[in-house]
């Protein structure tokens, strides 16, 4: 399990969101082929590509125009990532921002209960800061876990830059949104928090 700091993946699926909403309410085909085109580049293997441009091809709502690149679970919206239990009750209730926080915050959950499940011996967890830092350690860990030995040179290519990003990607205003709905729990992952920063002023405060 690959854990990531609440806090920058809720502004990467900002982002991401963004993005895509960007290019398909635009119309415009060409920057819909190049958006294509990097999303299909995150495959590594080409097999997947094919699978993840059938699906969009063949799509219902991705035949209409202006939804290319809408899956047909998102209902015609233009969203990206996970989709967790009554998300489609909370959707319009809330923010892009607090709904990315609500995507994460119910996605690590649901993937920690479900290692409760599995013996420990037989799983790891490897927190995404760490693995960034320092790469052969984790890795070492990884393979140890499947029996194999480490391979060199694999982390030749792994980047830091992306740690931390949400200092400088949130507003205030927008820290303490997000810090609401995964604050405490940022916390209870053994996440540094200032207790300030995560709480939002009372009225007149």
Same mark, same amino acid.
């Given at each position: 399990?690959?854990?990531?700091?609440?806090?920058?993946?809720? &502004?990467?699926? !900002? @982002?991401?969101? %963004?993005?895509? +909403? /960007?290019?398909?309410? #635009?119309?415009?085909?060409? $920057?819909?082929?190049?958006?294509?085109?990097?999303?299909?580049?995150?495959?590594?293997?080409?097999?997947?590509?094919?699978?993840?441009?059938?699906?969009?091809?063949?799509?219902?709502?991705?035949?209409?125009?202006?939804?290319?690149?809408?899956?047909?679970?998102?209902?015609?919206?233009?969203?990206?990532?996970?989709?967790?239990?009554?998300?489609?009750?909370?959707?319009?209730?809330?923010?892009?921002?607090?709904?990315?926080? &609500?995507?994460? !915050? @119910?996605?690590? %959950?649901?993937? +920690? /209960?479900?290692?409760? #499940?599995?013996?420990?011996? $037989?799983?790891?967890?490897?927190?995404?800061?760490?693995?960034?830092?320092?790469?052969?350690?984790?890795?070492?860990?990884?393979?140890?876990?499947?029996?194999?030995?480490?391979?060199?040179?694999?982390?030749?290519?792994?980047?830091?830059?992306?740690?931390?990003?949400?200092?400088?990607?949130?507003?205030?205003?927008?820290?303490?949104?997000?810090?609401?709905?995964?604050?405490?729990?940022?916390?209870?992952?053994?996440?540094? &928090?200032?207790?300030?920063?995560?709480?939002?002023?009372?009225?007149?405060?």
């Amino acid at each position: 399990h690959l854990l990531r700091d609440g806090r920058d993946a809720t &502004l990467s699926m !900002r @982002h991401a969101w %963004e993005r895509r +909403r /960007e290019v398909v309410e #635009s119309g415009d085909p060409r $920057r819909m082929a190049r958006l294509a085109c990097s999303m299909l580049r995150r495959y590594p293997f080409w097999r997947n590509r094919f699978q993840a441009l059938r699906f969009e091809l063949t799509n219902n709502l991705s035949l209409r125009p202006r939804r290319y690149m809408n899956k047909a679970q998102w209902k015609g919206r233009a969203a990206w990532g996970a989709r967790f239990p009554g998300w489609e009750k909370t959707i319009d209730k809330v923010s892009v921002l607090e709904f990315n926080a &609500l995507q994460w !915050r @119910h996605t690590v %959950e649901a993937a +920690r /209960e479900g290692l409760a #499940s599995i013996p420990s011996d $037989r799983q790891v967890e490897v927190r995404y800061e760490d693995f960034t830092r320092d790469c052969e350690t984790e890795l070492r860990r990884i393979f140890d876990l499947i029996g194999l030995d480490p391979v060199p040179g694999l982390a030749a290519d792994v980047s830091g830059q992306s740690v931390g990003r949400w200092h400088a990607g949130f507003a205030a205003a927008e820290k303490a949104l997000v810090g609401e709905i995964i604050g405490d729990y940022l916390i209870a992952l053994g996440y540094e &928090l200032d207790d300030a920063w995560y709480r939002r002023p009372s009225p007149g405060a």
